[in-house]
């Protein structure tokens, strides 16, 4: 019998080395492949940073030859008769190769969508930039803990009564720490949905101030006065919170009386005078001016504009401009302001005969 044609294992020579060829090919196939897309990412990326070229070089970084080795094997013992133990084994670990590498490039793109969000937000908000690195450790904890079940189910294990027990084990948790858990959900409901970031002054019930940090548990603002005020921030988010760094205007309304000795044409001229100021003033948006009604000492005219800044020092500046310009043209023009009066009417009775 020739040497070639003997059999080792159930196989002849023969067949072993074909299979140890295919083997290597394979993996100088692999090798190959990664070596040129590699080169063309890096050509494509060293200008312009795409989303695309830089996730797909994240997971190739993250493609380890070991892991790879267990599917040439595989590949090139489809050519070979094994016994069914031992295809078995083989079969196995490729799977469980195969999920590892899965996570592996699962993690590297976690990573890297994770190290480009920080990279844009760093600057524009940086709590925002901290806490979504929360998000990044729960998306790897799942993606992990779903390729070990994967993995065990894939060796013959029941995972069955381990999911159960996990999702027992769960509840637990998460009735034991359930005000914790509240608070960083609703920290990552924050980061998320941004109803107000770092910097922005807000008013929640009838606490006010300015947001310096914003925490997994608490957030914490500064008051007007000075001292910090903490707050759960699952009481932050379930309460009514008014954000002032958000506004594009502020809407000004403001009423002034004249007395009742004004004359008619006075009266005529107040809307338009009161506009003419308005509008004179810089970024002011003027709506309407009118004579709303008679009091009981005095004619009431009724104001409205906008101040086209959100800014608070720069809305009041522009309260007290129009004032003092009302002041000054009211002298002007002998138009008086009100005040509370009260005219006594004396009738003296001729005594009688």
Known sequence: MNFFEKNYFHNTLEQWAIAAGIALAVMFGVWVFR????????????????SWGLSLAAMLSATRTLLLWPIALYVASMTL???????RVVSAVTVISLLVQAALWGNALIAEYLRRYVKQKASQD?????????LGFMARLILWAVITLLALSNLGFDI?????????????VALAAQNILGDVFASLSIVLDKPFVIGDFIIVGDMLGTVEHIGMKTTQVRSLSGELIIFANADLLSSRVRNFKRMAERRVVFNLGVTYQTRAEQLARIPELLREIVVSQPKVRFDRSHFKDYGDFSLNFETVYFVLDPDYNKFMDTQQAVNLEVFRRFAAEGIEFAYPTQTLFVQREAASA
Do not use: H, K
């Not at 008769?81 to 295809?87: N, Q, V």
């Open 126 to 134: 940086a709590a925002a930039a901290t806490s979504v690195s929360v």
């Open 81 to 87: 008769e094994l016994p069914p133990r031992i295809e």
């Open 35 to 50: 070596r040129i897309v590699v080169a063309r990412l890096a050509a494509v990326t060293r200008d312009t940073e795409t």
């Open 160 to 172: 069955t009564a381990l999911v159960a027990g996990l999702g027992i084990g769960g509840i637990a």
